[in-house]
């Protein structure tokens, strides 16, 4: 059993015995126990260590052009060593750290834009943290709606709405909301199919989300207006 006191397994009543412990999540320590009709005896405690990324870095990483990026990995060993990796193209020249815990991108620019992730290896044995991604804001990127336009099928057989919309900023996130509904995360185009309206005028209400140095900041709203009219059935 481990060290922790879960139950005890008998494996085998041979000379010798195997545990095979599958699907291990957390490290533990085992020790065996052998016996018979004159007494038992104790094994030293074995330590098995689950080898694994316990700090990933962040998914996406959004920083303004020349601020620094930086980029942190951890495994669950002590000792071991690490490497990062670029999925498409090379490191800058200015990148530090690329044998390390910590990966330093100075001064970053469009060209560091891409995905990295790291690589911690030990006796052999390596693991590969998530995939993040590294995007890179220039100063003259502001968070403003573009563009909206929508196309409205609505009558007695077909009640959809479809709505298109763009943001000057490229990394820009978007909300939705219909009349006087709540707002919730959306993307272009949104497409409501089968959405029941009352005769007579309504708007969608869009609205911009991005990043600066951490900060959200949101645009000001644009409107998309549009008039239901289905005839009653006679």
């Not at 009709?37 to 316990?54: D, L, P, W, Y």
């Not at 959004?62 to 490497?83: G, P, R």
């Amino acid at each position: 059993r481990n060290s922790s006191g879960g139950p005890w397994r008998n494996i085998s009543n041979s000379n010798t015995s195997t545990l095979v412990v599958r699907n291990l999540q957390q490290s533990q320590r085992y020790r065996c126990v052998a016996s018979n009709e004159v007494g038992e005896k104790r094994s030293n405690a074995a330590m098995v260590t689950v080898f694994r990324i316990t700090t990933h870095p962040i998914v996406s990483t959004i920083v303004i052009s020349l601020q620094d990026v930086t980029l942190t990995c951890l495994s669950s060993v002590d000792n071991a060593t690490y490497s990062w990796r670029r999925v498409s193209g090379s490191f800058s020249p200015r990148s530090r750290g690329q044998n390390s815990s910590t990966l330093i991108i100075p001064s970053a620019t469009s060209r560091d834009e891409g995905m990295y992730y790291c690589v911690a290896s030990k006796n052999g044995i390596s693991v590969e943290s998530n995939i993040t991604a590294v995007f890179i804001q220039t100063d003259s990127e502001t968070c403003n709606i573009s563009k909206i336009s929508g196309k409205v099928k609505y009558n007695n057989q077909t009640k959809n709405l479809r709505l298109k919309f763009s943001a000057d900023n490229r990394l820009a996130t978007f909300e939705c909301q219909l009349d006087d509904g709540i707002f919730f995360s959306c993307t272009s185009p949104k497409i409501w199919r089968n959405y029941t309206l009352n005769n007579g005028k309504h708007f969608i209400t869009v609205r911009a989300n991005c990043t600066y140095n951490g900060e959200v900041t949101s645009s000001l709203p644009k409107k998309f207006r549009f008039h239901v009219r289905v005839l009653e059935d006679v």
